[in-house]
């Protein structure tokens, strides 16, 4: 055994405490049991399988799903002074052959790898022949075929316990409700194994979901609070992702498309500029999630529905890994109800996978209808419970409005009846209002009951009512292919008047949002600390990362910049207490900032304190 956890903790990574339950994960690795551990993105899961690869005897195997994120952490963890390396197929066979030989030669502490080529017959039999220290499955969720991210490599993964018996294995994942806990724990076969809940609440998180009307108008409006600042758009289809990022170009954003279909090096380059620039915005689809290792995402927006929750809190996890103050946002409307709901009826897998894709779907549509607390709802889906107002998503700091919607929606489902249940939301609107279309006469509809009896309403408000009659389960979605809508058995009490329903009343796109009171804290702790200095502090870091051809964030995160900002600090005593800053990071950087710092220093040569700062 080697160093005690708490030593390397502060030596290697130069923090000064662990967060629950770290420190309970690491015993309990370093001890030889087997883990799942599902904690929420940038909360410090890496450490849990990092610091016990270099306290135990041997180098730690870490199965990690995407080839970016591996040369990140590599990279990262090197510039700690950390033995890292990675197999996969960007390496040259001489690259190959020398990571090989240096794990063989025990000169590795952690070895980054692909589940594909972790199963091949030989790296096993290459780790066979090794000092195994323990094998850390990242992306746990992978292993569930119900789930959002389902990699079939990952089911394989059981036979590690059989092949290397005594060898420990923790399994991680940010994302997990108790039935994939379940499925993780069988499919891997961690029987017997602990499993750690560090709860899922990101309190830096601000939630918003808009009713969507011109969604990129309504995206430029949300972009406004976040010029210079790095971000994420999520799309659904190749498609949209280069349509939106070529509109956000015209805008004058610095926006790059990434998904599986673009030419590999195109692919590469769009990701390492997101990476190593300041203020990128990449606009992608949901499989670009993975990969992101960046700290400082200040915010996340969907110009299209997840399919899930799981999903939905996967994508937004690329924000505020740093802990600082980030926005998620998201454009939701009648189009996503409508085409996901015919994704999940008219899917050809069995009956049990649609059941449970339904579920999850009807999980997401709540959350986006919901007029109570949505971070209450998230953590309630994952078997948490809050009580009382988060104060920091959308519904807390702007209450919506309901109405009594019974009367319109027996209105609504009437005309679905009456026209035979077999039309769209476009034709039953047009009855509705009175439209008196081609369409309309040839089919007679304008001699029913229900022809122009809510022409008071605007069509607008009808889509509205209709996108939340189908969310809420009182509408189904015919899975034909043409979206024709048909009442469901939920609706029968509603239509003999023996239930009422209350619904969210919509409010115009044009009326301005308040904006986020958590948003702009980082810049303005960085001003209350002084702009100048602030803007040398992360000058001097882009230099060097640009030396080394890093991104910026892995010579020290801007949490690790504003705390050298507000204490000042002088001396290489004083910089090795700032939280992020261990003995090597200390001896590479630490005179080329403390240079900055004392240029800098407060009148009368003392050091600002946090409280005089801000």
């Given amino acids: 055994m080697g160093r005690a956890p708490r030593e390397i903790l502060r030596s290697v990574f130069g923090y000064d405490g662990f967060r629950s339950p770290q420190e309970e994960v690491i015993e309990a690795v370093v001890g030889g049991g087997d883990c799942l551990l599902v904690m929420p993105t940038g909360a410090g899961k890496s450490l849990c399988f990092q610091i016990p690869a270099l306290v135990r005897d041997g180098c730690g195997v870490v199965v990690s799903p995407l080839i970016a994120l591996m040369r990140d952490q590599v990279a990262a963890l090197e510039l700690l002074g950390v033995r890292a390396a990675y197999l996969n197929s960007t390496l040259t066979p001489p690259q190959q052959r020398q990571v090989e030989a240096r794990l063989l030669a025990g000169d590795l502490d952690l070895l980054y790898v692909a589940p594909e080529r972790l199963l091949m017959e030989g790296t096993l039999g290459l780790l066979g022949r090794a000092r195994v220290a323990l094998f850390a499955i990242d992306e746990a969720h992978c292993v569930s075929q119900w789930g959002h991210d389902f990699r079939p490599e990952y089911l394989k993964l059981a036979q590690l316990g059989e092949r290397f018996p005594g060898v420990p294995r923790i399994a991680l994942t940010a994302t997990a409700d108790g039935e994939m806990r379940a499925e993780i724990v069988r499919r891997l076969a961690l029987t017997g194994a602990r499993t750690f809940l560090s709860g899922f609440d990101r309190p830096n998180l601000c939630y918003r979901v808009v009713a969507k009307g011109d969604g990129r108008t309504q995206l430029l409006r949300f972009l406004d609070d976040h010029r210079g600042e790095a971000g994420i758009v999520y799309c659904l289809s190749r498609k949209r992702v280069e349509e939106t990022a070529a509109w956000l170009r015209a805008h004058g954003w610095d926006a790059l498309p990434y998904h599986a279909g673009l030419e590999t090096a195109a692919r590469q380059a769009n990701q390492d500029r997101f990476l190593h620039d300041e203020g990128v915005v990449i606009v992608a689809t949901i499989a670009f999630g993975m990969g992101i290792d960046k700290p400082d995402v200040r915010f996340v927006a969907h110009l299209d529905m997840p399919r899930s929750i799981e999903a939905y809190y996967q994508e937004t996890g690329r924000a505020g890994r740093d802990g600082q103050p980030a926005e998620v946002w998201m454009a939701y409307g009648l189009g996503d109800v409508i085409t996901l709901r015919k994704m999940v ?112 309403r605007p069509a607008a408000a009808w889509r509205a009512l209709f996108r939340q009659l189908i969310a809420g389960g009182w509408l189904a979605v015919d899975g034909d292919g043409y979206a024709t809508l048909a009442l469901t058995e939920r609706c029968r009490p509603l239509l003999r008047g023996e239930v009422h329903l209350t619904l969210r009343a919509e409010v115009g796109a044009s009326k301005a949002r308040r904006r986020n009171p958590a948003k702009g804290q980082s810049t303005a702790l960085a001003t209350a600390a002084e702009p100048a200095l602030w803007e040398a502090l992360r000058t001097t870091r882009r230099t060097l990362a640009d030396a080394q051809g890093v991104p910026p964030y892995v010579i020290f995160h801007d949490a690790t910049l504003l705390e050298m900002a507000v204490r000042r600090p002088t001396s290489p005593a004083q910089l090795l207490e700032v939280s992020g800053v261990g003995e090597t990071k200390l001896a590479r950087y630490g005179e080329a900032f403390l240079a900055i710092l004392r240029a800098h220093a407060a009148p009368g040569g003392g050091a600002l304190s946090a409280v005089d700062a801000g």
């Fill in 345 to 456: 009826a008219s899917s050809e897998a069995g009956e049990e996978h649609k059941r449970r894709e339904g579920q999850r779907l009807e999980a997401m549509l709540g959350f986006c209808e919901a007029t109570t607390c949505r971070r209450a709802l998230l953590l309630h889906h994952f078997g948490e419970e809050r009580s009382g107002p988060c104060a920091n998503c959308d519904n807390c700091l702007e209450p919506p409005a309901t109405f009594d919607a019974t009367e319109l929606a027996r209105q609504a489902l009437s005309c679905c009846y009456r026209t035979g249940q077999r039309f769209g939301v476009g034709h039953l609107i047009e009855v509705l209002t009175g439209k008196e279309t081609e369409r309309v006469r040839q089919l007679g509809h304008h001699h029913l009951a229900t022809f122009g009896l809510g022409k008071e």
